[in-house]
């Protein structure tokens, strides 16, 4: 998206300049935001939609072991972290018998805790905001100049129709998958892995309490889960079809699939407040990174929802990208920034496997009649090495945790 010089210069438009423009308000962004204040870095957060809006999103719920260390390594934790820790439990149902296995990996340090993602998003924002962060929201039309060079621009249109550029030493690309920092860089530069797992999932919303521990359900009916997402407040998880029709799941249904599949015929119903269907999908750009852009979060990559792993992937770059910043700005050191998309990739395509592993075990141990029934084996001796391996359990519990010789970089 090359500008035309007249463009950024025209008077008519107030310039204003800063070290970071970050690129959108959800977990990644406003974890960048947090971080580089910490360390005297200034930036500007925009925002395209409303602060009511950005904050009620509703989405992920655990924050993993290492994404809780990494806020406390930088002194937030207490004030960005909300819900409970979690128990260092999941439990499996596997035609209705239960299994427990470890997600804690037993080390010394905070533990993963059960936050529902508009409850950080919102704490994010306070501690941003309450430090005299910079956060405009309703900002539109922002389109990214000159991001090759090495004082790039960027502009949009404000909450009240005014057109500004802020010109910045880096721009941090942290507006999702459909936002506009990706779509800057040029065709060819960045290759795309996309996977389609041809699963859907109808995901559930309402006002029952939530189970004491986060449960994963298998059986011939199809897979089924219940997570906490607050103390009254359960998200619920079903297979379907990709293209199923929600309105299909009439409340009746949804509740008698729940108990069928989660081996529960008592299990309490309450008002659906939330009700979607989604394709289970995957995607990985590589680079993260293109001139002084620096892509963070679900910008850069989708991970298929199973393990929990896309807010913490998106804490994850957030926490590199800071420290790149803070070293180039304080030492003049280019090198983490020159590394960021490399290490980051090295993650991403980690908790991918994690995330491609776990789906096809729990999909193809409950689906004879989708994967074949020669998955169906693969996948039931899987869970049975889980429930019955010290070793596998350990491994499974490392990666749950997100915890690896990479994340005890020291800051
Ligand atoms: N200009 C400004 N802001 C934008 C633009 C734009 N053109 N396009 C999108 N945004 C904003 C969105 O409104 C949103 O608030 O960018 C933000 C992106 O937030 P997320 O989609 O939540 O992405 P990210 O912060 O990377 O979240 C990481 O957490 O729960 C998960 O599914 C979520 O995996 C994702 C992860």
């Given at each position: ?287 993260m990174q293109?001139?002084?852009?620096h ?25 590199l990208f800071?420290?790149a ?11 983490p920034l020159?590394t960021y998309s490399?290490r980051c ?67």
């Amino acid at each position: 998206m090359a500008a035309k010089d007249g463009e950024l210069t025209d008077p008519a438009i107030p310039a204003e300049s800063t070290t970071v423009v970050v690129i959108g308000a959800g977990p990644a962004g406003l974890t960048v935001a947090n971080l580089l204040r910490r360390c005297g870095v200034d930036c500007v957060v925009l925002e395209c939609r409303t602060q009511a809006y950005v904050t009620q999103r509703q989405r992920a719920g655990i924050v993993e072991t290492r994404a809780v260390r990494m806020f406390d390594a930088w002194g937030l934790a207490d004030r960005v972290l909300g819900g409970v820790p979690s128990d260092g439990t999941l439990e499996f149902r596997v035609d209705g018998e239960r299994h427990l296995v470890s997600d804690g990996d037993g080390s010394d340090g905070p533990q993963a805790r059960i936050c529902p993602q508009q409850v950080l998003v919102q704490k994010l924002m306070a501690a941003y905001l309450d430090d005299g962060g910079d956060l405009r929201f309703e900002a539109a039309d922002v389109s990214l100049h000159d991001l090759t060079g090495d004082r790039p621009t960027v502009r949009y249109r404000d909450a009240d129709g005014e057109l500004r550029a802020i010109a910045c030493a880096f721009v941090a690309g942290c507006d999702g998958d459909r936002g506009i920092s990706r779509a800057s860089v040029p065709d060819g530069v960045l290759t795309a892995h996309a996977f389609d797992h041809g699963i859907g999932w109808l995901t559930v919303l309402a006002d029952t309490p939530p189970p004491p521990r986060p449960l994963l359900a298998v059986s011939r009916h199809g897979y089924a889960a219940h997570f906490s997402r607050g103390p009254h407040t359960s998200r619920y998880y079903l297979q379907c079809p990709p293209d199923d029709d929600p309105k299909a799941w009439t409340d009746p249904r949804v509740w008698e699939a729940l108990r069928t599949r989660l081996g529960d015929p008592a299990l309490p119903s309450g008002p659906i407040t939330e009700r979607e269907i989604f394709r289970l999908r995957s995607l990985v750009h590589d680079p993260m990174q293109y001139g002084r852009l620096h892509l963070v979060g679900d910008a850069a990559h989708i991970v298929s929802p199973m393990g929990g792993k896309g807010m913490n992937l998106a804490l994850y770059d957030a926490d590199l990208f800071a420290r790149a910043v803070r070293d180039f700005v304080r030492d003049g050191d280019d090198g983490p920034l020159r590394t960021y998309s490399r290490r980051c990739l090295r993650r991403v395509w980690n908790d991918q496997e994690f995330s491609h592993w776990l789906t096809r075990t729990l999909h193809d141990a409950g689906d004879d009649t989708g994967a074949g029934s020669f998955h169906r084996g693969l996948a039931r001796a899987r869970l049975d090495r889980l429930f019955t391996s010290r070793a596998a359990d350990g491994a499974f519990a490392e990666l749950m945790a997100g915890l690896d010789p990479e994340a005890s970089t020291a800051h």
